[in-house]
């Protein structure tokens, strides 16, 4: 879509006596500054979600941020909650309604690291984790995430033949494993299917 052409003579708002007109100002949905202010806490930590940056990212005043949430502190409550189902929540409701052999399912886990949710939400979830360690909020959040990721990781162990006494284990490797996978750069295809692998042997 192409701007409209500029006016070849400048105009002065009511200079002919009609009213101005206002444009509707923009609308912004919660999730927009959800992940406005995700994107700035990988960027610069959770000092650097403050209401007047993420105003400023959007193109908004400070006043439509309070028009939508009562506080800072609320805003934050609620961005951890829409991270959380974003994440982790949505994902795994996303992964188990899909009706596939357990083997599919299992194999599916290995490639939520290549992603490209993953990928894109690597970082943000480095901050929200270093952030976490001196936010109680984000600590409660990030000890939920992880144990229902690894109750779902155990689910698809268990489908695929591994005793249960062995699921939690060999859950938590995969677990760190994609985490690792996810993080790390450089081409390792020949290492992550030996890895696969071992990890995934009955």
């Not at 994107?39 to 309070?66: N, P």
């Not at 949430?69 to 409550?77: A, N």
């Not at 929540?89 to 290995?110: K, N």
């Not at 689910?155 to 062995?166: C, D, F, I, R």
Request: net charge neutral.
């Amino acid at each position: 879509m192409s701007l409209p052409p500029l006016p070849l003579q400048p105009t002065v708002p009511g200079a002919t006596g009609a009213p101005v007109k206002r444009g509707p100002k923009p609308r912004i949905t919660a999730e927009r500054w959800f992940i406005a202010a995700l994107e700035q806490l990988a960027l610069g930590g959770i000092d650097s979600v403050r209401v007047e940056l993420l105003a400023e990212a959007l193109g908004v005043t400070k006043g439509m941020f309070y028009a939508r949430f009562d506080t800072r502190e609320s805003f934050l409550e609620a961005m951890i909650d829409y991270w959380r189902q974003r994440t982790t929540t949505g994902l795994v409701a996303e992964l188990t309604a899909m009706d596939s052999a357990p083997e599919d399912r299992l194999t599916r886990l290995f490639a939520i690291s290549r992603m490209d949710r993953a990928r894109t939400g690597a970082w943000i979830e480095v901050a929200m984790r270093t952030w976490a360690l001196t936010d109680e909020r984000a600590r409660r959040a990030l000890e939920e995430i992880d144990r229902h990721r690894l109750v779902y990781f155990e689910s698809v162990l268990t489908a695929n033949g591994v005793p249960k006494e062995q699921a939690p284990a060999r859950a938590f490797l995969i677990y760190s494993y994609v985490i690792g996978d996810t993080l790390l750069s450089g081409d390792r295809t020949a290492i992550r299917y030996l890895c696969q692998a071992m990890l995934a042997a009955p």
